[in-house]
């Protein structure tokens, strides 16, 4: 509720419809968002954040419809298991069994299969882009493009931004030190045990990885590795565009409607995707 409470409301949604995917976890809902926009639609496979542990589809309610508004896109909100019950993979494998649905089922849904994205912010970044990653791993065709705002996209422990950062910007040091070892268990906090799956900056390659939009903000001990992830996407020849936002803290999604800056960055980034996903080429011509 309080997310809700603070997130922009935007244009009614051309139609939304709540489903449940088979993953081989078990049932997944979703909640798909088809925007008022004619044609054929990229789609958006879309992971929450919630440090893994918590929030869900409704938390992030707004925040999707003013995606879809934005980047014209019809979006799928996936409602992933969370830790302690379901660590790590449980969000990934969601995600990816949301991402291999959307392909299969994009024309039935009005979209258009050569242009399904995914994306998300803090844990969910970091659960879309192992879902980027397992792509490459398998040989399959990756997703056209990758929305990631404030991502996980490795552990951040030993950057300058956990150090100045670590409380009183919304997501702090303790908090991340609770939940490591729930979401990856076996794995102490701080430690570099983290294969390139855990924290994906860290992987011996990132060669082939889809293009990407990645916001960061000031305020943010992920703000450093956010930082890294697109200097080493675009150290691999990756296409990337990377803002950070230097007046802003993490969750800043959450507070569009009451901060101008939020409100500016939650929709600039969702226009750039928009546009870098129409301009995207085939995954196998990568």
């Known amino acids: 509720r309080q997310?809700?409470?603070f997130t922009?409301?935007?244009?009614p949604m051309a139609r939304v419809e709540d489903r449940t995917i088979a993953g081989?976890?078990?049932a997944i809902p979703v909640r798909i968002y088809w925007p008022r926009a004619d044609g054929k639609l990229p789609v958006l496979v879309y992971s929450h954040g919630g440090g893994w542990i918590f929030s869900s589809i409704a938390a992030e309610d707004r925040v999707t419809r003013l995606i879809a508004n934005a980047a014209k896109v019809i979006v799928i909100s996936v409602n992933y298991r969370l830790a302690p019950e379901h660590p790590y993979p449980a969000a990934s494998d969601d995600s990816e069994d949301v991402f291999l649905w959307a392909r299969a089922h994009a024309a039935s849904l009005g979209g258009d299969a050569a242009k399904i994205g995914v994306?998300?912010?803090?844990a969910g970044g970091h659960a879309a882009i192992n879902v980027a990653q397992r792509q490459i791993a398998a040989h399959r065709p990756g997703p056209a493009a990758m929305l990631l705002f404030y991502p996980?996209?490795?552990m951040p422990q030993?950057?300058?931004?956990?150090k100045l950062f670590g409380e009183g910007y919304g997501l702090d040091a303790a908090f991340i030190d609770f939940i490591l070892p729930r979401a990856f268990p076996g794995h102490a906090p701080g430690s570099r045990d983290f294969d390139g799956f855990m924290s994906p900056v860290d992987a011996k390659s990132l060669k082939g990885m889809p293009p990407a939009v990645i916001a960061t903000d000031g305020f943010d001990i992920l703000r450093d590795v956010?930082?890294?992830?697109?200097d080493r996407l675009k150290a691999e020849g990756v296409t990337v565009r990377y803002t950070n936002y230097p007046t802003l803290a993490h969750s800043f999604l959450q507070f569009s409607a009451v901060v101008k800056d939020a409100d500016t960055a939650s929709t600039q980034s969702a226009e750039q995707f928009g546009e870098l996903i129409r301009a995207s080429a085939?995954?196998?011509a990568r």
Request: glycine fraction near 24%; charge should be positive; avoid cysteine.
């Open 3 to 5: 997310w809700l409470m």
């Open 8 to 11: 922009k409301i935007t244009a």
């Open 24 to 26: 081989r976890g078990g």
């Open 119 to 122: 994306g998300g912010d803090s």
């Open 152 to 154: 996980g996209a490795g």
């Open 158 to 162: 030993h950057d300058r931004a956990y």
């Open 226 to 230: 956010g930082r890294r992830f697109a």
């Open 282 to 284: 085939p995954a196998s």
